[in-house]
């Protein structure tokens, strides 16, 4: 009987021992199961960490190239402010020089073309304050972006494709043409 029972005693130690050997494969692949969970969280967060990354550069980017044009916008509405009222002020800046040109006969008709000639001083200073300038034509190379040629004409006294004569001032805003000079051009 004892054997039997060192038998039974043995093939329970067996089944222990097997049992302990299930156990720990279970635990074990219970272990790797959760493990595998974990790493794919894991992974998951690390993707959505580099796409909310990604998105804020995106934003950052697009904030900065707002910021930038709209600088560049307010320096040009301030640069050329006054780019209506100078269009609007040339022709009348043109009929003072014709004014000026008349050549008086009386002393009443000198004082008056005096104070024309000092208000188309004023008017001319203002101007050159806000940074508008006339366009040098006679005697230049002809240039389509400062001037406009509506004569062509043949004069050895000048270059060929030079200004010969200004007919119509031309003036600029800065670096901005407001109207370009209407000239003859030597052919």
């Known amino acids: 009987m004892e054997e039997t029972k060192n038998q039974s005693a043995e093939e329970v130690i067996e089944e222990v021992e097997q049992a302990d050997e299930s156990t720990e494969e279970v635990v074990e692949e219970t272990e790797e199961s959760e493990l595998s969970e974990e790493q794919a969280k894991i992974k998951e967060l690390e993707n959505q960490v580099a796409d909310f990354s990604n998105r804020l ?11 930038r044009r709209t600088k560049e916008e307010r320096e040009a509405a301030s640069k050329y402010r006054a780019q209506s009222l100078v269009e609007q002020l040339l022709p009348a800046l043109d009929n003072f020089e014709r004014a000026l040109m008349v ?19 004023q008017l001319q200073d203002a101007m050159k304050n806000e940074g508008v300038e006339a366009i040098q034509a006679v005697g230049e190379q002809f240039d389509p972006h400062l001037h406009q040629a509506v004569m062509q004409v043949e004069d050895s006294n000048f270059e060929a494709n030079s200004v010969v004569e200004e007919l119509q001032k031309g003036y600029k805003l800065k670096d901005r043409v407001l109207r370009p000079a209407m000239v003859k051009v030597n052919s």
């Open 57 to 67: 550069l995106r934003a950052t980017a697009d904030y900065d190239n707002f910021r």
């Open 103 to 121: 050549q008086p006969e009386h002393d009443e008709t000198k004082s008056l073309l005096q104070g024309m000639e000092m208000v188309y001083r």
